[in-house]
Structures are given as C-alpha cells and as structure tokens.
T-cell receptor
C-alpha cells in the first residue's frame, strides 16, 4: 500500500511565524503535490514537483515556497504565516504524469 | 483554463439504490480520469481510475468514460450509508503546456439514507 505521511495533523501558529509542513511518501513516486482545501473552494494546487529539486507553481503559490531535496520528501514553507493561510493542507504523490494521486491525512493549520 | 464540472448536490439516495455521479470536462485532450471519495474532515482516497472509453468495474463501483461527450461518471450499486461522502472527479492530460497538473472538480456530496 502506498503511504503518504504528513508531519502534523493539527498545527497552531502565530501570525508572522515561519511554518514548515513536511510530507513523506514511501513508494518512490516521481510526482508530489501540495494543495490547500477550503470550504466552497475545493482543492487548490499550491506547488507541484515532478522530480527531485524540480518544482512548478500551481494556482496559488503566493506566500508559499517548497523544497524537494530527496525524492521521498516534499516540504511546504509558509514564509510569514498570515490568518488567511488558515486551512487544511494536503500532500499527495503520484507514480507518474498521467497516473492517480495518493493523499496524506492532511494538516489542519490555524494561524492566529 | 481547463474545467471539470460536477453537480455539488447533495445527491440523496435510499440504501440499496444505485447512486449515479456525473462529471464533465472541458479539455478534449484529457487522457486519464479519476474518482476520489472524501469523508468529512478526511483526505481524498482513490476509488477508480479510467483511461479508455467504456466501463470499468471494481466491486460495487463502475466508472464510465465517454471521451466524445467529454463525460465521466461513477455508479455505486447497492449504496450503503457508509458511502455518504463527497466524491471528487479529477482529470490529467499532457497538453496543458506540458505541466500535467491534475484538475479537480469541486465534488458532489452523496447522502445515502437508511
């Protein structure tokens, strides 16, 4: 079974803090993704990585950065957390460009 | 801008009935199609993937793809209350500037009542 894990299920941070969200997959997948999900807005792609050290902006990259130094790990960084970044953050991985995605359990981030 | 459209619902069906969930997509070049189930407060989980026209069956689930009509559907036979969830349709294709980014619909809420 594919396993995608995320570093925290729940996280509370203060405005202005630098926040790191980590995602690890154990299936040697090429592609990894970071989404946020908000009620009524669906899944919105923040960043996408199709290979180690490669990244591509998604629909809403502003205020975020990513790092992929190793194939199995994809990190999302909130440079200076703001209250409008309060959301559910979902990581996913995929074995290839046209294949299915497997999601981690999500991190519910609250910025106060 | 690629679009994937789903009726938000809720779709309400009685236990034991067939639930039919529909999805249309805008990009004629789309090549791979997926259905995910998402329970409230949880992350999406893959139910079915389909790549060619026709039907694909897996247990109580059947995915149907019609590329000419740009339409993909999910049938759930013998619906159970545990099937109550939001169902997300997703599409991936190699023509969106080479980015291969999946496009998700906003999901259809399904309620199966006893």
């Amino acid at each position: 079974d594919v396993k995608v894990t995320q570093s925290s299920r729940y996280l509370v941070k203060r405005t202005g803090e630098k926040v790191f969200l980590e995602c690890v997959q154990d299936m040697d997948h090429e592609n990894m993704f970071w989404y946020r999900q908000d009620p009524g807005l669906g899944l919105r792609l923040i960043y996408f990585s199709y290979d180690v050290k490669m990244k591509e902006k998604g629909d809403i990259p502003e205020g975020y950065s990513v790092s992929r130094e190793k194939k199995e790990r994809f990190s999302l960084i909130l440079e200076s957390a703001s209250t409008n970044q309060t959301s559910m953050y979902l990581c996913a991985s995929s074995p290839g460009l046209l294949y299915e995605q497997y999601f981690g359990p999500g991190t519910r981030l609250t910025v106060t | 801008q690629k679009e994937v459209e789903q009726n938000s619902g809720p779709l309400s069906v009685p236990e034991g009935a067939i639930a039919s969930l529909n999805c249309t997509y805008s990009d004629r070049g789309s090549q791979s199609f997926f259905w995910y189930r998402q329970y409230s407060g949880k992350s999406p989980e893959l139910i079915m993937s389909i790549y060619s026209n026709g039907d694909k069956e897996d247990g109580r689930f059947t995915a149907q793809l019609n590329k000419a009509s740009q339409y993909v559907s999910l049938l759930i036979r013998d619906s159970q209350p545990s099937d109550s969830a939001t169902y997300l349709c997703a599409v991936r294709d190699p023509t969106s500037g080479g980015s291969y980014i999946p496009t998700f619909g906003r999901g259809t809420s399904l309620i199966v009542h006893p």
